[in-house]
């Protein structure tokens, strides 16, 4: 057969439309055309000669690119990999899950024609959505609020958040799902994208790279369930047209129900001083907030955290906090700015006698007409943090023995979010945490990974005596 003759299936070059014969296929490999590294048919090389073949696959792998989605969510480096118009159809793709996550079987067409109906008589989902406060990604989260209504889901934007506070909102609110858009990494040209399901159900993935084939095509199957992996598939299969009608977009503060039971807890503390360096501008204002009532002072970062040491001892503080973009992630240095191991932390909070506040009771589950009013006079609880303690699998056998020693059960589960929160739940706990440097907290019922709860009870814990951390880690945490 020729070369140039129509083959069955064609030749096309990723972002072009029109199909082109193998004899320009072969050229333009030859001519290490860009387009042909993210080819799928571009290990068909034909007559190339060996030498050329192997530079080819050298700049293929070079050139490919990374998958957008990894096991918390998805993200990269704005624009470059995550821009307005990716936002928008990963937040479509969110919704339609989530819409035809249903527990009758019933088709997409179906489906699709429920979620494009003006009837008002059927409930639209209710999608939470929230940003990390940066200005760049306040137009991922219009294009991703845009996405989320073009499916005929109603919108409920929280404003500036963390993923504690969106996680409890999701759960107050009952609604279907939220989406953070936030910073989980460090550098500050990153973005990313984490998902939650109702209940709140953190959803996370199998493994770090769900791309089951070269080109990224895998079917999608409806009523499968809201989970990571649906949501890729669905991206990847291309998002639905939009729906008739789109849904309301709303705006909701989500801050005063979340911060108003964890404030009752600031008074009686110590002056303390806390160096903070976190990305996240929300956890920032949050603890400047609740410390505004009482004598502690939070300091933000004046350097790079490898300065950080020096501005503790500069400012006399009594230990410092990194904390991730997303309000998750909290890593302590002691008063001398040494690094604080993170399960020799999880040991001190696990072993306060202090009753500590699990935020709102389970009045605050199920508000009327949260959409219409604001939650005011949650109900709040108190409970003593020491029953069972979920560790993540990567955690020393040593501190499995000195949890049982002080008499608290230990579960194990993976690291995953998704995972932790379900152990959370099936065993009761209290307290989750292991190295990843995430600790799980309990509020209204509910697991959250919260580093301003996590820093909340260190300042309760050093406020019970005039000894520094260091002192009280070796007192009340100490390993063997």
Not at 191 to 198: D, H, I, L, P, R
Not at 353 to 363: K, L, N, Q, Y
Request: hydrophobic content about 40%; aromatic content about 4%.
């Amino acid at each position: 057969m020729n070369a140039d003759e129509p083959q069955a299936d064609p030749y096309r070059c990723p972002g072009e439309q029109h199909a082109i014969s193998r004899a320009v296929h072969l050229g333009r490999l030859a001519a290490f055309y860009p387009a042909c590294r993210q080819c799928p048919r571009r290990e068909e090389t034909g007559t190339l000669s060996p030498r050329r073949v192997a530079q080819l696959a050298e700049t293929s792998r070079r050139g490919r690119p990374r998958s957008l989605f990894h096991a918390e969510g998805a993200g990269g480096v704005y624009l470059k990999d995550l821009s307005p118009a990716v936002a928008r159809d990963i937040a479509a793709a969110f919704a339609t899950v989530v819409v035809l996550a249903k527990p009758q079987a019933v088709s997409e067409t179906d489906n699709l024609q429920i979620s494009k109906s003006p009837n008002p008589q059927i409930p639209r989902p209710v999608i939470l959505l929230a940003g990390d406060g940066r200005p760049l990604t306040a137009e991922l989260v219009a294009a991703a609020a845009e996405g989320l209504r073009s499916t005929g889901c109603n919108v409920v934007d929280i404003g500036p958040s963390t993923a504690p506070c969106l996680a409890l909102a999701v759960g107050h609110l009952q609604a279907a799902g939220g989406i953070l858009i936030g910073n989980p990494g460090e550098d500050s040209h990153s973005v990313g994208m984490k998902f939650w399901a109702a209940g709140p159900r953190p959803l996370s993935g199998d493994c770090p790279d769900f791309r089951t084939s070269e080109n990224g095509t895998v079917p999608f199957t409806p009523g499968a369930g809201v989970s990571l992996e649906a949501i890729i598939r669905r991206y990847e299969a291309g998002v639905a047209p939009p729906a008739r009608n789109h849904g309301q977009l709303r705006r909701y503060e989500a801050d005063q129900p979340y911060l108003a039971p964890i404030a009752e807890h600031y008074h009686a503390l110590r002056p303390l001083r806390v160096v903070v360096d976190s990305a996240s501008r929300p956890t920032l204002d949050f603890l400047q907030r609740l410390a505004a009532t009482v004598a502690c002072q939070i300091i933000p970062t004046r350097s790079t955290r490898a300065e950080l040491p020096r501005q503790i001892l500069a400012d006399a503080a009594h230990f410092a906090a990194c904390i991730d973009g997303d309000g998750e992630t909290c890593r302590v240095l002691d008063e001398q700015g040494h690094k604080v191991p993170p399960e020799r932390l999880l040991l001190l909070l696990a072993a306060s006698t202090d009753e500590f506040p699990i935020v709102g009771g389970d009045s605050c589950r199920r508000l009327p007409d949260a959409l219409s009013q604001s939650a005011t006079g949650v109900a709040s609880y108190n409970a003593k943090p020491a029953g069972a303690v979920v560790l993540e699998s990567g955690s020393t056998s040593a501190i499995d023995e000195r949890l049982e020693r002080l008499g608290i059960s230990v579960a194990r589960s993976s690291s995953r979010r998704a995972d932790m929160a379900a152990a959370m739940l099936k065993h009761g706990a209290t307290l989750g945490g292991g190295p990843s440097g995430r600790f799980w907290h309990l509020a209204a019922g509910l697991p959250l990974c919260d580093a301003l709860m996590t820093v909340t009870r260190l300042l309760i814990a050093l406020s019970r005596g005039d000894a520094p951390l260091s002192q009280v880690l070796d007192r009340d945490a100490p390993f063997g």
